[in-house]
T-cell receptor, first 113, second 117 residues
Framework: EAGVVQSPRYKIIEKKQPVAFWCNPI?????LYWYLQNLGQGPELLIR????????DSQLPKDRFSAERLKGVDSTLKIQPAELGDSAVYLC???????????FGPGTRLTVT | AQKVTQAQTEISVVEKEDVTLDCVYETRDTTYYLFWYKQPPSGELVFLIR??????QNEISGRYSWNFQKSTSSFNFTITASQVVDSAVYFCALSPDRGSTLGRLYFGRGTQLTVWP
């Protein structure tokens, strides 16, 4: 069974540019998560989806970050405009439900110059 | 508020030694889940174990074992006879089972384990 797929794996952009990350969860997993991981830290949740609905987005900086999960499968996370402090690894995870273990993708390493 | 503390930032051992990674958590919730994840140099987080707050039974899986003690809010992880392939960052995490942050994983800062041959 395929795991969580993310693309791109690496992205380098200049500040003030937009960037988008894509995630395809494990088939059948209704719950999808986006996490941010800074160097030397544990991941922190940005947003959680139950099917198409964003049910926990209190940690998402909505002035520059947006996310969508059309049709309750794939998801896209966008930053516009990017700032130097956004340099981090963006992780996508999925699970069969909110109380189950989460399976993580390989992440997208973003560098903002 | 939820908080997970992994006081050990880095641990180095020699192959075949046993090693214990500590995890202490704080929560006001009565129902929650505890997890351990492994993050090898490749970067992908690998799920190791999930434990329900009502289940304090210790668990053993091969060379891995977990000790959950609700009285001390600890969920420690022991690797027996460590191997070089165990070298990774290990994260402990807590997830509430109710409320607005239901399902959100709260991670500790991780423990970097290095196993030398």
């Amino acid at each position: 069974e395929a795991g969580v797929v993310q693309s791109p794996r690496y992205k380098i952009i200049e500040k003030k540019q937009p960037v988008a990350f894509w995630c395809n969860p494990i088939s059948g997993h209704n719950t999808l998560y986006w996490y941010l991981q800074n160097l030397g830290q544990g991941p922190e949740l940005l947003i959680r989806y139950e099917n198409e609905e964003a049910v926990d987005d209190s940690q998402l900086p909505k002035d520059r970050f947006s996310a969508e999960r059309l049709k309750g499968v794939d998801s896209t996370l966008k930053i516009q405009p990017a700032e130097l402090g956004d340099s981090a690894v963006y992780l996508c995870a999925s699970s069969p439900g909110h109380s189950y273990e989460q399976y993580f993708g390989p992440g997208t390493r973003l560098t903002v110059t | 508020a939820q908080k997970v503390t992994q006081a050990q930032t880095e641990i180095s051992v020699v192959e075949k030694e046993d090693v214990t990674l500590d995890c202490v958590y704080e929560t006001r919730d009565t129902t929650y889940y505890l997890f351990w994840y492994k993050q090898p140099p490749s970067g992908e987080l690998v799920f190791l174990i999930r434990r329900n707050s009502f289940d304090e039974q210790n668990e053993i899986s091969g060379r891995y074992s977990w000790n959950f003690q609700k009285s001390t809010s600890s969920f420690n992880f022991t690797i027996t006879a460590s191997q070089v392939v165990d070298s990774a960052v290990y994260f402990c995490a807590l997830s509430p089972d109710r409320g607005s942050t239901l399902g959100r994983l709260y991670f500790g800062r991780g423990t970097q384990l290095t196993v030398w041959p």
